[in-house]
């Protein structure tokens, strides 16, 4: 038994909170949701069907198509350089695609040309007939430099834009190719929006910019509200005062509106949203740190590092903030959800995340006229994206109050 004593008597605090955490079933669920969504938002256009950035590829032609379409797409090479990415940037940012997608019911060949026909969406009526060189669909050609294009031996040259040498490939070689790489089947597992855009590669795109805006800014909150509450609850005083008046100020106007002010004037933006978002959540953080710390400065411990000559800076970060992180970690976790209701919300009024960027509240304000007509899923999907990941934050910080309560631990550290 005391072999047992001893094992648990050497673990901290923190691993008695991870055991009590583990026990939250609730907890756990939104750990593991927000595991598996921060891992989507990680690898982002490397598992998105459109790798465009801010999977932005819009063919209107299929405007607004139930999830689990399939449609035939010839992909033709765009006269451009070959766009070269590597494996992270791609991650990141999305890679430019080569090709021109062109959605199609049926095709021929006539000669050294594939003939399309248009896609419509209307089986009683066929589209358009398109007629493109094989040579054009397959490679980027360069029209700067005067090409032989022989009909009748069967067979084409050209000069590749890439390429400085002459390419010569007969009329079947070409045929082949583009069956075999440039006529594929896309299937749109959630449908397309209104613009012909891939609807899970938005929402999935989507995960990012929620992450993204509920981590900044809750890290400029955290930064803020422990320094001026750290401040205010050691010093107390005058700079008490002056902090606790700020503080008031502060938190006597509501959020929304604030956020909307701060938005105005530092403009329309991604980057200015996390901003706005993160300079009015960190009056909370501020007033728990100061009242935490008013409580711990009087402690032995504290008089001790006084009695030691320890700085006023070195025993605000070492000995008091240590004890204080629990309720910080909480309120972070309450943040987090509030930061991306935040955003969404601010992107439905449209002084968010601007277009084409992938926000689930500019989705939402997008197609909210079709929540009553005949595709509502693409209003429905966003919203219950929004509701997935606060709900699973509000279950993680609930977990977390109740793991972190010492008194708590306390009890199981003398259990064991």
Excluded: C
Aim: no cysteine; net charge neutral.
């Amino acid at each position: 038994m005391a072999k047992k004593d001893d094992k648990y008597d050497s673990h901290s605090l923190s691993y008695f909170a991870w055991q009590r955490f583990k026990k939250n079933r609730l907890g756990m669920f939104g750990l593991v949701t927000i595991g598996l969504l921060m891992l989507i938002a990680i690898l982002g256009y490397l598992i998105t069907p459109d790798s465009t950035p801010d999977a932005n590829e819009q063919l209107l032609e299929l405007s607004k198509k139930p999830p689990g379409f399939k449609v035939q797409l010839l992909l033709s090479r765009k006269n451009e350089h070959t766009h070269h990415t590597n494996v992270f940037y791609k991650m990141l940012f999305g890679e430019v695609s080569d090709y021109r997608a062109i959605p199609f019911s049926s095709y021929r060949f006539l000669g050294n040309d594939i003939v399309l026909t248009e896609y419509t969406g209307n089986s009683d009526r066929s589209g358009a007939e398109i007629k493109l060189n094989l040579a054009d669909v397959v490679y980027a050609t360069n029209y700067n430099i005067p090409i032989g294009n022989n009909v009748k031996e069967g067979y084409m040259e050209f000069y590749e834009l890439d390429a400085t040498n002459k390419t010569k490939k007969t009329t079947k070689e070409l045929q082949a190719e583009v069956e075999k790489n440039n006529i594929v089947t896309r299937k749109f597992i959630l449908g397309t929006d209104p613009a012909g855009r891939d609807l899970l590669s938005r929402l999935i795109i989507g995960v990012r910019v929620s992450f993204s805006v509920g981590f900044i800014a809750v890290f400029i909150s955290v930064v803020i509200g422990i320094l001026l509450g750290a401040l205010a609850g050691y010093y107390r005083g005058r700079v008490d005062d002056i902090i606790l008046w700020f503080i008031n100020v502060v938190w006597s106007v509501p959020t929304l509106l604030l956020v909307i002010a701060i938005t105005l004037v530092l403009g329309k933006g991604f980057w200015q949203v996390f901003i706005a978002v993160g300079l009015t959540m960190w009056v909370e953080v501020a007033r728990v740190i100061r009242g935490q710390i008013m409580s711990l400065r009087e402690k032995e411990f504290i008089e001790a590092g006084r009695a030691l000559g320890f700085t006023d800076i070195r025993i605000i970060l070492r000995h008091i903030l240590p004890n204080v992180m629990g309720p910080v970690i909480v309120i972070a976790a309450s943040n987090f959800a509030a930061a991306i209701l935040i955003e969404a919300g601010l992107s439905f009024l449209g002084i968010g995340a601007q277009p084409p960027t992938a926000s689930w509240g500019a989705m939402i304000n997008s197609h909210r006229g079709y929540i009553i007509g005949d595709a509502p899923y693409l209003a429905f999907l966003p919203g219950l994206a929004i509701m997935l990941i606060v709900l699973a934050f509000v279950l993680i910080g609930n977990g977390l109050r109740d793991a972190l309560d010492r008194n708590v631990i306390e009890e199981d550290q003398v259990m064991y």
